[in-house]
């Protein structure tokens, strides 16, 4: 009796001393989860100050990283809890093709994402004159991929009239991965897609009609734009736009369901190897226990910048739509109290 006494007394102490292990390693691991402070936004975009822009004009009143000084005034009242984000996919670790804004508002537990066409035009001075070519001006203006990611947050506040809060930038093999990790994503092919690219290593052959493809494929469907000939059609940026979303969305959807909570250390690992973003593990952390606040993968705007037409040949520039572009934002990822105006972007004459 008495060595039976002693084996639920040491029983007791074990799972106590568990107990509080797991107690305190949860306040510990709690503490590092935490939503980012939200850094003061110039409204305005000749008082930005941006790397690597020594391709802009003189008029952008920016002089590789030396800018305007900025004053109160030049700060806007946030709405409270709302959060933007800059979101690029690299090619080769270079060219951005894939360009989004997105915000995400906690309170009301709301979230949108805004798709840039690659060929928009935007109001620099170089060759090129396409948000496209943001990145890479800025990474090989001589300060590298912060350059690059400076001089692509320029840019865009120039289309939308703000200066994102942070940025993430996604590499091919993440998107494989992310996909592969959440078992596949469900889409509908309109076509058979059939192009070959030696040059670039590109083999795309993918059946049409509803099917669940694996991470490769999808990056496939989401790459796809010209067809060969007499197989497959060419499709607009903006039909490969849709398609990018279409699996965006197969991926939240995935991600919200239960089963994803198992697949947070393969999440973590994907993130760190091949995401790169100015937010904190325990940032990011916070954002992932948002998720269940957003009302399913529908309940995630998704919307193209609005365009009014193409400069045609010979660079077939995408002309931003004033009009629309201040209606969208406002409705969606404007992060100030007061509405973005026309005064606040910069568009191309």
């Given at each position: 009796?008495?060595?039976?006494?002693?084996?639920?007394?040491?029983?007791?102490?074990?799972f106590?001393?568990?107990?509080?292990?797991?107690?305190?390693?949860?306040?510990?691991?709690?503490?590092?989860i935490r939503?980012?402070?939200?850094?003061?936004t110039?409204?305005?975009?000749?008082?930005?100050?941006?790397?690597?822009?020594?391709?802009?004009?003189?008029?952008?009143?920016?002089?590789?990283?030396?800018?305007m000084?900025?004053?109160?005034?030049?700060?806007e009242?946030?709405?409270?809890?709302?959060?933007?984000?800059?979101?690029?996919?690299?090619?080769?670790?270079?060219?951005?093709?894939?360009?989004?804004?997105?915000?995400?508002?906690?309170?009301?537990?709301?979230?949108?994402?805004?798709?840039?066409p690659?060929?928009?035009?935007?109001?620099?001075q170089?060759?090129s004159r396409?948000?496209?070519?943001?990145?890479?001006?800025?990474r090989?203006?001589?300060?590298?991929?912060?350059?690059?990611?400076?001089?692509?947050?320029y840019?865009?506040?120039?289309?939308?009239?703000?200066?994102p809060?942070?940025?993430?930038?996604?590499?091919?093999e993440?998107?494989?991965r992310?996909?592969?990790?959440?078992?596949?994503?469900?889409?509908?092919?309109?076509?058979?897609?059939?192009y070959i690219?030696?040059?670039?290593?590109l083999?795309?052959?993918l059946?049409?009609?509803l099917?669940?493809?694996?991470?490769?494929?999808?990056?496939?469907?989401?790459?796809?734009?010209t067809?060969?000939?007499?197989i497959s059609?060419?499709?607009?940026?903006?039909?490969?736009?849709?398609?990018?979303?279409?699996v965006?969305?197969?991926?939240?959807?995935?991600?919200?369901?239960?089963?994803?909570?198992?697949?947070?250390?393969?999440?973590?690992n994907?993130?760190?190897?091949?995401?790169?973003?100015?937010?904190?593990?325990?940032?990011?952390?916070?954002f992932a226990?948002?998720?269940?606040?957003?009302?399913?993968?529908?309940?995630?705007?998704?919307?193209t910048?609005?365009?009014?037409?193409?400069?045609g040949?010979?660079?077939?520039?995408e002309?931003p739509?004033?009009?629309?572009?201040l209606?969208?934002?406002?409705?969606?990822?404007?992060?100030f109290?007061?509405d973005?105006?026309?005064?606040?972007?910069?568009?191309?004459?």
């Open positions: 009796m008495h060595k039976q006494k002693k084996l639920i007394k040491i029983v007791i102490i074990f106590s001393i568990m107990l509080f292990g797991i107690g305190a390693g949860w306040i510990a691991f709690s503490s590092i939503p980012p402070t939200i850094p003061q110039p409204a305005a975009v000749n008082t930005l100050t941006v790397n690597g822009g020594n391709s802009s004009s003189s008029s952008d009143n920016v002089d590789n990283g030396v800018g000084p900025l004053t109160e005034e030049d700060f009242e946030r709405k409270p809890m709302f959060f933007t984000f800059l979101i690029f996919g690299l090619t080769e670790g270079l060219n951005a093709n894939t360009i989004m804004v997105a915000s995400y508002d906690s309170i009301a537990g709301e979230a949108n994402l805004i798709s840039i690659r060929d928009t035009l935007v109001d620099v170089r060759n396409k948000i496209v070519s943001a990145y890479p001006v800025g090989l203006g001589g300060q590298g991929h912060a350059g690059g990611v400076e001089r692509m947050r840019e865009v506040q120039t289309l939308i009239g703000f200066r809060d942070f940025y993430i930038s996604v590499d091919y993440a998107f494989v992310m996909v592969d990790a959440v078992g596949g994503v469900e889409v509908h092919v309109p076509f058979r897609m059939f690219d030696t040059y670039q290593d083999h795309i052959d059946q049409a009609g099917q669940t493809l694996n991470g490769r494929d999808a990056l496939l469907f989401s790459r796809y734009r067809g060969t000939e007499g059609p060419t499709i607009s940026d903006y039909r490969r736009i849709e398609h990018q979303q279409q965006l969305s197969a991926v939240v959807r995935q991600l919200l369901t239960p089963a994803s909570i198992l697949r947070i250390p393969e999440f973590i994907i993130f760190n190897s091949h995401f790169d973003s100015d937010l904190s593990p325990g940032e990011l952390l916070w226990t948002q998720a269940r606040s957003i009302g399913g993968a529908d309940a995630i705007g998704l919307y910048l609005p365009i009014s037409g193409t400069s040949l010979p660079f077939w520039y002309l739509d004033e009009e629309g572009i209606e969208l934002v406002n409705r969606t990822v404007n992060p109290v007061r973005i105006t026309a005064e606040d972007l910069r568009l191309a004459q």
